[in-house]
């Protein structure tokens, strides 16, 4: 039997991957309302873009993905005049500007093909999407030697793919084409596509992600019809928004905190309740040992939904079936204390990198390599030396910041958070029942 169902459950309440746009993500975004009030009227009355910033995990994508789907509702509902329709999917920021702009075309493109019936219901002028549908999904033709162009972007070397031309399309004419269709079905003020351009920390300085979205503010940011979020972790994102090019263009960010400990026995209930398809499901991890989960992961809402997933797993589901709930808590929070002395066991180490994990974690899990000496470093060469072996056993992340030294560019991960637990507790390897072999 399906392991879910065996437990009363119709999917996994612990799912990690991204709330969709709809009315089941609205339900299980708990602990959001604020924020997403204030994306919802960023995206309806600024005129410029959004910005939104917080540490990885804590679940960005999901709040645009939510408001989204609330700005199209309220449009269907007659609450709102205003007619916003999200992009097929997030877009990754890429080092090559023209490439990104390529992406960022060819997802507008598939918008109006995936909202077409949507569009006409609203009596919004729609392109002539025949041609266009059998352009962008007749299969890839590979080409050797040469170049040629297509509507995204040419392509040259000894070999490439590239999408057919057969419609006849150049860049420049599928571009202009696309911000005319954007202009006709969306006025001023009457709405728009929203972009999402993800994870902006992927270019790791600062400078780097600035060019890039300067190259990209006419071709894509000054489109008619569109509104873009972007995501970036905190500094980053700031950084890009502050730049004098992009004044009037990106507003200033919005912090997004990990969701207050408050909130968490609410939103894991949420998700229970919400996949539950009985009142006699056996949640494998409740929300009381969610909360300590969440705790001990220093808030790292993805990573917490992960490690349920695996503790769930890594059990008989007889156990969940025949154990009282306290029971069941208790193993969770034993699995939980087991893979953090796991992780610790498994890390060489000199001493000095111990000692710098340790400090980092005391002072909130976040520097920026301006704090060597407060971390005991004569310069930020040799703490930098110790970061990385830190960063190759997964227990930070870090960017090579050039131009800001103040940045707290350098931020311990929920891996780094367990191995921290494990040393600060002094733990003794426990006895877990139910466990499946490895």
């Given at each position: 039997m399906d392991f879910w169902l065996s437990l009363g459950f119709k999917g996994n309440p612990y799912v990690v991957k991204p709330l969709p746009g709809s009315e089941d993500g609205r339900e299980l975004l708990v602990g959001r309302d604020v924020e997403?009030?204030?994306l919802l009227r960023r995206i309806r009355e600024s005129d410029m873009h959004v910005v939104l910033e917080g540490p990885n995990g804590v679940g960005k994508t999901s709040l645009v993905s939510v408001a989204t789907w609330v700005a199209s509702e309220d449009f269907t509902r007659g609450?709102?005049?205003?007619?916003?329709?999200?992009?097929?999917?997030p877009l990754q920021v890429k080092e090559d500007a023209e490439e990104f702009v390529s992406s960022c075309y060819?997802?507008?493109?598939?918008?109006?093909?995936?909202?077409?019936?949507?569009?006409?219901?609203?009596?919004?002028?729609?392109?002539?999407?025949?041609?266009?549908?059998?352009?962008?999904?007749?299969?890839?033709?590979?080409?050797?030697?040469?170049?040629?162009n297509s509507p995204f972007g040419g392509l040259t070397?000894?070999?490439g793919i590239a999408a057919n031309t057969s419609q006849g399309y150049t860049q420049a004419g599928f571009r202009s084409a696309v911000k005319r269709w954007l202009g006709d079905a969306f006025?001023?003020?009457?709405?728009?596509?929203?972009?999402?351009?993800?994870?902006?920390?992927l270019i790791d300085v600062s400078s780097e992600a600035q060019r890039v979205m300067e190259?990209?503010?006419?071709?894509?940011?000054?489109?008619?019809?569109?509104?873009?979020v972007i995501c970036g972790a905190r500094g980053i994102a700031r950084s890009v928004a502050a730049t004098p090019r992009m004044n009037g263009v990106l507003s200033d960010p919005i912090d997004?905190?990990?969701?207050?400990?408050?909130?968490?026995?609410?939103?894991?209930?949420?998700?229970?309740?919400?996949?539950?398809?009985?009142?006699?499901?056996?949640?494998?991890?409740?929300?009381?040992a969610f909360e300590h989960i969440y705790e001990v992961s220093h808030q790292n809402l993805r990573d917490s939904l992960s490690y349920s997933q695996d503790f769930s797993f890594g059990l008989e589901p007889e156990f969940f079936l025949e154990s009282a709930p306290d029971e069941i808590e208790s193993a969770a929070r034993e699995w939980l204390a087991s893979l953090a002395m796991k992780y610790e066991r498994d890390i060489r180490l000199q001493p000095r990198m111990w000692r710098l994990l340790d400090d980092l974690a005391g002072i909130g899990?976040?520097?920026?390599?301006?704090?060597?000496?407060?971390?005991?470093?004569n310069d930020r060469t040799h703490m930098r030396k110790n970061v990385v072996d830190l960063e190759r056993f997964g227990l930070v992340t870090s960017s090579r910041e050039e131009s800001d030294q103040r940045r707290r560019s350098i931020e311990m991960t929920s891996k780094g958070w367990l191995v921290y637990f494990s040393r600060s507790r002094g733990l003794v390897n426990p006895t877990i029942p139910g466990l499946l072999p490895d």
């Amino acid at each position: 039997m399906d392991f879910w169902l065996s437990l009363g459950f119709k999917g996994n309440p612990y799912v990690v991957k991204p709330l969709p746009g709809s009315e089941d993500g609205r339900e299980l975004l708990v602990g959001r309302d604020v924020e997403l009030r204030a994306l919802l009227r960023r995206i309806r009355e600024s005129d410029m873009h959004v910005v939104l910033e917080g540490p990885n995990g804590v679940g960005k994508t999901s709040l645009v993905s939510v408001a989204t789907w609330v700005a199209s509702e309220d449009f269907t509902r007659g609450r709102s005049q205003q007619l916003y329709l999200p992009l097929p999917e997030p877009l990754q920021v890429k080092e090559d500007a023209e490439e990104f702009v390529s992406s960022c075309y060819f997802g507008i493109a598939r918008a109006f093909l995936e909202h077409e019936k949507t569009l006409k219901n609203a009596g919004r002028s729609v392109p002539r999407t025949k041609d266009l549908n059998l352009w962008l999904n007749s299969p890839v033709l590979r080409a050797r030697g040469g170049g040629f162009n297509s509507p995204f972007g040419g392509l040259t070397g000894s070999a490439g793919i590239a999408a057919n031309t057969s419609q006849g399309y150049t860049q420049a004419g599928f571009r202009s084409a696309v911000k005319r269709w954007l202009g006709d079905a969306f006025p001023d003020g009457s709405g728009g596509f929203v972009g999402l351009i993800d994870n902006l920390e992927l270019i790791d300085v600062s400078s780097e992600a600035q060019r890039v979205m300067e190259e990209i503010r006419d071709p894509v940011l000054q489109l008619p019809g569109t509104r873009w979020v972007i995501c970036g972790a905190r500094g980053i994102a700031r950084s890009v928004a502050a730049t004098p090019r992009m004044n009037g263009v990106l507003s200033d960010p919005i912090d997004i905190s990990p969701v207050p400990d408050s909130y968490i026995p609410q939103l894991i209930e949420a998700r229970l309740r919400h996949y539950s398809v009985g009142d006699s499901a056996s949640a494998p991890v409740s929300a009381k040992a969610f909360e300590h989960i969440y705790e001990v992961s220093h808030q790292n809402l993805r990573d917490s939904l992960s490690y349920s997933q695996d503790f769930s797993f890594g059990l008989e589901p007889e156990f969940f079936l025949e154990s009282a709930p306290d029971e069941i808590e208790s193993a969770a929070r034993e699995w939980l204390a087991s893979l953090a002395m796991k992780y610790e066991r498994d890390i060489r180490l000199q001493p000095r990198m111990w000692r710098l994990l340790d400090d980092l974690a005391g002072i909130g899990g976040a520097c920026s390599p301006g704090d060597h000496q407060d971390l005991g470093f004569n310069d930020r060469t040799h703490m930098r030396k110790n970061v990385v072996d830190l960063e190759r056993f997964g227990l930070v992340t870090s960017s090579r910041e050039e131009s800001d030294q103040r940045r707290r560019s350098i931020e311990m991960t929920s891996k780094g958070w367990l191995v921290y637990f494990s040393r600060s507790r002094g733990l003794v390897n426990p006895t877990i029942p139910g466990l499946l072999p490895d």
